[in-house]
């Protein structure tokens, strides 16, 4: 028999936000047991340091730097990313006769050239192959704030239309018939520090502006719930046939609002909080499939999107309160960045009964879950950027990939070839935020050593010049330099 497949796919967690990898401060206990009946990966890799590419790179098995199209996207992003030709990991299940869905954040796009919000949406997650959808179209501190669910607008009002606005504030028509955080501040639960200070949804500043949809607009603090009673829904509907459920999950991304029981679960505040609210989440997937007489023919896949970040827009004080936490774990940077930790993420597989129980040191890309599970399934798959490293996922090689290459917020592409890594030089420099955020950005080679130095503290490439040719010339062979100087 053919197994289900879960993947529970976090949003902005880092390598060292679970205790299993090392966190003190943040107890994950749900995910810890499965740690210890599967295999945690220690170089496990996103294929970028944000979430748009790194959720295409999944969901496709190709690299997302093949594509100039694909970046991190405005909430109304009229265009799927994801063709309707593309082979996908649901297309690839459904050809092995699989139900399959997707639950939670979607942020890669819908339509064609425009989103229909008061009708029938084309080109959504079913169109791509999942037979279910219940996603919200960006990302929580965006509008529109509301649940697609296959091709409409859920439980959207014919009364109240939405009407959803991207640009200059004095150039929305509806301004004074909307909440803003520039002229209702008093509406206000949270400020924000960059960026989010749009219109006010649920008593937080948002990017964008949207007007009507009151009755389909949801509330921050019941997320959790809601993507559960759907996962779970799903799972009950699929009868006898396997399943693959991507169980996209909103945590522990801005605005980080738990739900009023996990409030409090830490003494991190509201990031850590809503990590332990995703830890939950977890331990109601599992439990539900202990109860069904699943579980032992469920793989289930942690991970996260791309590496941790603190202030992403909203004064809820995350650094402050990290204490001696380290989000990245050893790693150098988070979310945006050139560095390990904006790509080295958690990874833990688990298949009781059938994955060796390791921490496993092989390199794994979540570029290549599309042609592991086609071997596993015997499906056929071609022109992918995906490589077969189910033995790997299984536990049974220590090994993985001996080359593998992620990119940064500006679709610089750095490269890893056993211990060494090479980030190229690149034109776009921002400021570093100190002690936040490290982006990696400048005008010089960056080559490090990863057997000696995990934290990449000692930059090399001046001192072997040929091993930075070499990786300058690999990368220039797959055409992946033209974001570089």
Not at 118 to 128: A, F, L, M, R, V
Not at 134 to 146: A, E, K, L, S
Not at 405 to 434: C, G, H
Request: include cysteine; proline fraction near 5%; glycine fraction near 8%.
């Amino acid at each position: 028999m053919k197994p289900n497949v879960i993947i529970i796919y976090a949003d902005d967690l880092g390598y060292g936000d679970l205790s299993c990898y090392g966190a003190e401060d943040i107890k994950t206990p749900n995910i810890d047991a499965l740690a210890e009946e599967g295999v945690r990966f220690q170089q496990a890799y996103s294929t970028s340091s944000v979430c748009t590419p790194a959720r295409y790179g999944l969901l496709t098995g190709q690299y997302p730097f093949s594509n100039n199209q694909i970046r991190i996207l405005p909430g109304n992003a009229q265009h799927c990313l994801i063709s309707k030709e593309q082979i996908t990991l649901p297309k690839m299940f459904k050809a092995a006769e699989y139900n399959t869905a997707v639950i939670g954040k979607w942020h890669l796009g819908l339509g064609d050239g425009a989103v229909d919000w008061n009708g029938y949406i084309e080109h959504t997650p079913n169109d791509i192959g999942f037979d279910y959808s219940f996603i919200f179209p960006g990302t929580n501190d965006r509008v529109p704030t509301v649940f697609v669910k296959n091709h409409h607008v859920d439980n959207l009002d014919a009364d109240d239309p939405m009407t959803v606005f991207y640009g200059a504030e004095d150039k929305c028509s509806f301004i004074d018939q909307i909440d803003t955080y520039k002229k209702d501040p008093d509406k206000l639960r949270i400020t924000s520090t960059h960026g989010h200070s749009n219109m006010i949804v649920n008593g937080v500043g948002r990017i964008g502006y949207m007007k009507g949809g009151k009755a389909a607009i949801w509330k921050d603090e019941e997320l959790t719930d809601t993507f559960l009673t759907q996962a779970k829904e799903f799972m009950d509907s699929s009868d006898q046939a396997p399943f693959f459920l991507y169980f996209a999950a909103h945590q522990p991304h801005v605005p980080r609002l738990a739900n009023p029981k996990f409030v409090g679960a830490t003494e991190m505040g509201p990031r850590g909080d809503v990590i332990a609210e995703f830890d939950y989440t977890v331990g109601e997937i599992v439990a539900y499939l202990k109860e069904k007489n699943l579980l032992e023919d469920t793989i289930i896949i942690i991970s996260s999107d791309n590496g941790p970040v603190f202030d992403d827009g909203y004064n809820d004080h995350a650094f402050e309160l990290a204490g001696k936490h380290k989000p990245a774990g050893p790693f150098r940077a988070g979310k945006y960045s050139k560095y390990e930790g904006g790509v080295r993420i958690p990874f833990i597989l688990s298949w009781k009964g059938h994955t060796a129980k390791t921490i496993s040191p092989a390199i794994v890309s979540q570029v290549d879950l599309l042609a592991s599970f086609a071997n596993l399934i015997n499906v056929d798959v071609a022109d992918v950027d995906s490589l077969n490293m189910l033995n790997a996922f299984m536990g049974k090689d220590s090994i993985g990939r001996s080359e593998v290459m992620f990119e940064n917020n500006d679709k610089v592409v750095m490269l890893r070839q056993n211990q060494w890594v090479f980030l190229p030089r690149s034109a776009q420099v921002y400021e570093d935020i100190p002690n936040q955020r490290d982006f990696g950005n400048g005008p010089e080679d960056q080559l490090f050593n990863l057997d000696f130095d995990i934290k990449q503290q000692d930059n090399v490439a001046k001192a072997y010049p040929t091993i930075v040719n070499s990786m300058r010339q690999t990368l220039a062979e797959y055409g992946f330099l033209k974001a570089t100087l």
